[in-house]
C-alpha cells in the first residue's frame, strides 16, 4: 500500500517549502518532494541567493576601489579572489538549504527525495515508491527560456546557472536579455572587469517596471561602462571559433552583424517546469505559456490538485511563490488564506537597486485612471550625501480623487529595503498624505519617501 499524507507538495523552492511548512504548523500530515541533491528550488541554489552572494562581493570590490577615497579611505593594492569569492557564494547557499533542511525536521515534513510523477490524481510515484494525498501541490518551478540558434552549453554560452559559477573573468560577456536577471549578472560580471554589452529585443530595459525609473536605469548603468544593443535580436551563436560569434538583427529586420564575446548569458525569460511530471495524464490544464492553469484559489481543474509560484501566471518571485504557498496552506486547513497582487514588490539588486510595488505610470494611463505623482531625488537626501550614494529618486503615484497610494518606483541606494514602508502602505490602502505625515527618523534614506509623499501635493520640504 501507498504511504498516505494529507498533503504532498511537489517542489522544495520557496513556493513549495513554505507551503510544506505551513500546512504542517496547521496539523497536516506533510511531504514534499524534491529532486534537487538540496532543498530550497532555484532560490537558494542557482537564484535569488547565489546571485546576491556575488552581487554583494563585487559591489564590496567595486566600492574599496572606486568609492572609498572620496570618503578619505585610502585603499592599496586592491585585488579579488574569484574562487574565494565563488567559496563564499557556496558557503551561503549550504547554509540556507540546510536552514530548509532543518526547518523540514522542525516540522515534521517528510522530505521525499527524487522525481515525482503523477500516477492519478492523488497518487504520485517516485523512483519505485507510490505516495497518496487528500491534496497534492505542484511548485515545481520555472527554467530558463531557451533561444533558438543559441545551444547552452553552460560554459561559454550560459543560463544564469553558468553565470553564477564562471571559473574566470570573460573578456567580453554579451548577456541577451535586459530583464533584472541578466542586468544583475551582467553588473556583477562588469564590476569584476568584463566588457558587458546587453542585446535587447524591446527598445528598453526592464520592461515591467515604470518608464522613467528605466530610463534613469539605463544612463547610470551606462555610466558603469555597460553597453546597450536596444531593438535588437540574436539569431545565432556559432561556436567554431576561439570566441563565440553572435549573428545580431535589428529586432524589425534587416542588415545583420557579427558581435563576439567570450561567454554569452541567454536571460531571455523564464517559463514554468511541468516536465514529466505526468500532467496530461490526469488531465491538469495549462495555458498557452505552459503554465498550470488555477483559479483564485490555486485550485487546478483536478479535485484535489492545486498549483502555486512559478509554474502559474503572475511574477516569478520567491517572495510572491511564499506568499501563494502559505495562503495555499491556509485554504487547504479551512482558514482565509489571500495574496494581494496589487502589493508584490519587485526588485532588481544591481547598485543604485531599483525597486517597485503597484501600478506604474504607463499602466495607470492605459488604464485611463487620473493621478497624481511626487517625486524626490537622492541627491537632496542627507543621508545619500553622507554616503556618497546621491544617484536616483523616489516617484510616488497617488488617486487623483482619493489620493490612495497607487504605485511606488524607487531607483537608488537599498531601494529594495526602502520600498517596504510603501508595500505595507499600500496594503493598509494609505494615501500619500498618510506617508507624508508619518516621521520618517533623520538622517535616513527614507526620508526620500516622506519628501516624494509631500511632493504628490506640491510640498516637498527640502528642495
Ligand atoms: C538568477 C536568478 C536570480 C533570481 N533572483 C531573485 C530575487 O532576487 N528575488 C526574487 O524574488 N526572485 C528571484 N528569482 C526568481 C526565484 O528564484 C523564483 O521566483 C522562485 O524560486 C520560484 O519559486 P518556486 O517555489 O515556484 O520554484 P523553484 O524555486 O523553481 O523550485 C521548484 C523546485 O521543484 C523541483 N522540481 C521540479 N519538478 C519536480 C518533480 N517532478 N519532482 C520533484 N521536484 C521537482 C525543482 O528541482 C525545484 O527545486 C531569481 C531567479 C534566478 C534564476
Given at each position: 500500500m501507498s504511504d498516505q499524507f494529507d498533503l504532498i507538495v511537489i517542489g522544495a523552492g520557496p513556493g513549495g517549502y513554505v507551503c510544506a511548512i505551513r500546512a504542517a504548523q496547521l496539523g497536516m500530515k506533510v511531504a514534499c518532494v524534491e529532486k534537487r541533491a538540496t532543498?530550497?528550488?532555484?532560490?537558494?541554489?542557482?537564484?535569488?541567493?547565489?546571485?546576491?552572494?556575488?552581487?554583494?562581493?563585487?559591489?564590496?570590490?567595486?566600492?574599496?576601489?572606486?568609492?572609498?577615497?572620496?570618503?578619505?579611505?585610502?585603499?592599496?593594492?586592491?585585488?579579488?579572489?574569484?574562487p574565494k569569492m565563488m567559496g563564499h557564494k557556496d558557503e551561503v547557499?549550504?547554509?540556507?538549504?540546510?536552514?530548509?533542511?532543518?526547518?523540514?525536521?522542525?516540522?515534521?515534513?517528510?522530505?521525499?527525495?527524487g522525481e515525482a510523477r503523477f500516477k492519478t490524481a492523488d497518487t504520485i510515484t517516485v523512483g519505485t515508491?507510490?505516495?497518496?494525498?487528500?491534496?497534492?501541490?505542484?511548485?515545481?518551478?520555472?527554467?530558463?527560456?531557451?533561444?533558438?540558434?543559441?545551444?547552452?552549453?553552460e560554459t561559454r554560452i550560459v543560463t544564469s546557472t553558468g553565470a553564477i559559477a564562471l571559473a574566470q573573468v570573460p573578456q567580453h560577456l554579451v548577456v541577451i536579455g535586459g530583464g533584472y536577471i541578466g542586468l544583475e549578472l551582467g553588473s556583477?560580471?562588469?564590476?569584476?572587469?568584463?566588457?558587458?554589452?546587453?542585446?535587447?529585443?524591446?527598445?528598453?530595459l526592464v520592461p515591467t517596471m515604470d518608464g522613467e525609473i528605466a530610463a534613469a536605469?539605463?544612463?547610470?548603468?551606462?555610466?558603469?561602462?555597460?553597453?546597450?544593443r536596444l531593438g535588437t535580436k540574436v539569431t545565432k551563436a556559432d561556436t567554431a571559433g576561439e570566441r563565440v560569434a553572435l549573428t545580431l538583427e535589428p529586432a524589425a529586420g534587416g542588415t545583420a552583424e557579427t558581435l563576439t564575446a567570450d561567454v554569452v548569458l541567454v536571460a531571455i525569460g523564464r517559463r514554468a517546469h511541468t516536465e514529466n511530471l505526468g500532467l496530461d495524464a490526469i488531465g491538469v490544464s495549462t495555458d498557452a505559456r505552459g503554465r498550470v492553469v488555477t483559479d483564485a484559489h490555486f485550485a487546478t481543474n483536478v479535485k484535489g490538485i492545486y498549483a502555486i509560484g512559478d509554474v502559474i501566471a503572475g511574477p516569478m518571485l520567491a517572495h510572491k511563490a511564499e506568499e501563494e504557498g502559505v495562503a495555499l496552506a491556509e485554504i487547504l486547513a479551512g482558514q482565509a488564506?489571500?495574496?494581494?497582487?496589487?502589493?508584490?514588490?519587485?526588485?532588481?539588486?544591481?547598485?543604485?537597486?531599483?525597486?517597485?510595488?503597484?501600478?506604474?505610470?504607463?499602466?495607470?494611463?492605459?488604464?485611463?485612471?487620473?493621478?497624481?505623482?511626487?517625486?524626490?531625488?537622492?541627491?537632496?537626501?542627507?543621508?545619500?550625501?553622507a554616503m556618497g550614494d546621491t544617484d536616483g529618486f523616489v516617484k510616488l503615484l497617488s488617486d487623483k480623487a482619493t489620493d490612495r497610494l497607487l504605485g511606488a518606483h524607487i531607483i537608488g541606494p537599498d531601494a529594495g529595503t526602502i520600498i517596504a514602508e510603501l508595500v505595507m502602505a499600500i496594503e493598509f490602502g494609505a494615501s500619500a498624505e498618510d506617508v507624508a505625515r508619518t516621521s520618517h527618523a533623520h538622517p535616513t534614506l527614507n526620508e526620500a519617501v516622506k519628501e516624494a509623499a509631500l511632493a504628490v501635493d506640491g510640498r516637498a520640504l527640502h528642495i
Open positions: 532543498l530550497g528550488g532555484t532560490c537558494l541554489n542557482v537564484g535569488c541567493i547565489p546571485s546576491k552572494a556575488l552581487l554583494q562581493s563585487s559591489e564590496n570590490y567595486h566600492a574599496v576601489r572606486h568609492d572609498f577615497a572620496a570618503h578619505g579611505v585610502i585603499a592599496g593594492d586592491v585585488r579579488f579572489d574569484l547557499v549550504t547554509a540556507n538549504t540546510r536552514g530548509v533542511e532543518f526547518l523540514f525536521k522542525k516540522n515534521k515534513v517528510t522530505w521525499l527525495k515508491e507510490s505516495y497518496t494525498a487528500r491534496s497534492i501541490v505542484i511548485a515545481t518551478g520555472s527554467e530558463s527560456v531557451p533561444l533558438p540558434g543559441v545551444a547552452i552549453d556583477v560580471w562588469r564590476r569584476l572587469g568584463a566588457e558587458v554589452t546587453v542585446v535587447e529585443f524591446l527598445d528598453r536605469f539605463q544612463k547610470i548603468l551606462t555610466k558603469s561602462g555597460m553597453k546597450f488564506g489571500h495574496v494581494n497582487y496589487g502589493a508584490i514588490p519587485g526588485v532588481v539588486y544591481t547598485w543604485p537597486e531599483i525597486a517597485s510595488v503597484g501600478q506604474t505610470e504607463e499602466e495607470l494611463k492605459a488604464a485611463g485612471i487620473a493621478y497624481k505623482v511626487g517625486k524626490f531625488p537622492f541627491m537632496a537626501n542627507g543621508r545619500a550625501r
